[in-house]
């Protein structure tokens, strides 16, 4: 009896993880959707400021804090720390989370598109070098 309970952990816990893995978003694959950000937004050693912020270290920061870069006032207002699921809201549809942003990319509608691009992201630390 021992046995099968001991075998019924085993299996629960190991579907919990891979239930969890299957929800975590893929940095290789978030590069690539990344693509599509790059015209405005710079990541990575050396990343400058551009028509968007650069997005070192965006994990943790408060939204419309980027030094140097000139953010509207609804973006700087927002009241926003940049967590998974914040992105995740605001990267679907921007102008619907932050009305006024200057931001003009339509959005990313695929769910995974912003597991995935979240994941690309949030690898990269203040200093742009990879975690």
Known sequence: MKSISLLTLVASVALAVSAGNAFAGDAAAGEKVFA???????????????????LNGVSGRKAGSVEG????????????TWDEATFKEFIKNPKAKVGGTKMIFQGLAADK????VWAYLSSFG???KKK
Do not use: R, T, W
């Open 36 to 54: 599509k950000c790059k015209a405005c937004h710079q990541i990575g050693e050396g990343a400058k400021n551009a028509v968007g912020p650069n």
């Open 126 to 128: 203040a200093d742009g």
């Open 69 to 80: 870069y000139n953010y509207s006032e609804p973006m700087k207002n927002s009241g926003l």
């Open 113 to 116: 598109d912003g597991d995935d």
